[in-house]
Nanobody, 121 residues
Framework: VQLQASGGGLVQAGGSLRLSCAASGRTLRSYAMGWFRQAPGKEREFLAA????????YYADSVKGRFTISRDNAKNTVYLQMNRLEPEDTAVYYC???????????????WGQGTLVTVSS
């Protein structure tokens, strides 16, 4: 499966962005989907995940209440709605597909190319 992340850009602190992750080659219906980010000089960080069945979600404490993950299986797309953005949210954001709901990047088999989010103060 190929994943294409989009929706990044420059936003002021307090603003919002919605990232999209579109899949091709295979339906996302059978995969758990995750969003991660990596800031310069830092390790890749788990943000949120959504299960394939039932739509259960799982969030990192750092984004809980501000970010929302959702999926539209008909469009083969997963979204990350990001609200109340802070300069500390500046990073390259990645989507990933895997077999099970997990915060570990090792559990995801397919990755998008990343989309840059820059939050200005």
């Amino acid at each position: 499966v190929q994943l294409q992340a989009s929706g990044g850009g420059l936003v002021q602190a307090g603003g919002s962005l919605r990232l999209s992750c579109a899949a091709s080659g295979r339906t996302l219906r059978s995969y758990a989907m995750g969003w991660f980010r990596q800031a310069p000089g830092k390790e890749r960080e788990f943000l949120a995940a959504i299960c394939c069945i039932g739509g259960s979600t799982y969030y990192a404490d750092s984004v809980k209440g501000r970010f929302t993950i959702s999926r539209d299986n008909a469009k083969n797309t997963v979204y990350l709605q990001m609200n109340r953005l802070e300069p500390e949210d500046t990073a390259v954001y990645y989507c990933a597909a895997g077999e099970g709901l997990s915060r570990s990047s090792n559990r995801y088999d397919y990755w998008g190319q990343g989309t840059l989010v820059t939050v200005s103060s």
